[in-house]
């Protein structure tokens, strides 16, 4: 699976932003997905994901913020960011999960596949 992110960009406190991730060469539709970020000088931190049966889980930190969702017809999962703040700067990444196991999905390991990144910088 390929996995392109893309939609990322600069964007002033309290704005927000639609982030994509498409697949190619194989179906989302067995997978989970997730999103991170990962800021500089720091460990790629889990944002939300969402299961094949299109459930969803968030981050605290973002709870309430951002929403995920699926188009498995298109291929693409979305992420969509609203009051977005200077702390949300960082690279964005898709990544699928084959795993069974949902109260897992906040773990890297669990993600077999990642896209390349996209950033997304917020200034206050």
């Known amino acids: 699976v390929q996995l392109q992110a893309f939609g990322g960009g600069s964007v002033q406190a309290g704005g927000s932003l639609r982030l994509s991730c498409t697949a190619s060469?194989?179906?989302?539709?067995?997978?989970?997905m997730g999103w991170f970020r990962q800021a500089p000088g720091k460990e790629r931190e889990f944002m939300g994901a969402?299961?094949?049966?299109?459930?969803?889980y968030y981050a605290d930190s973002v709870k309430g913020r951002f929403t995920i969702s699926r188009d498995n017809a298109k291929n693409t999962v979305y992420l969509q960011m609203i009051s977005l703040k200077p702390e949300d700067t960082a690279v964005y990444y898709c990544g699928t999960s084959p795993g069974l196991i949902i109260s897992s999905l906040h773990l890297k390991d669990q993600y077999n596949y990642w896209g390349q990144g996209t950033l997304v910088t917020v200034s206050s």
């Open positions: 969402i299961a094949r049966s299109r459930s969803t």
């Open positions: 060469g194989r179906s989302i539709v067995n997978y989970h």
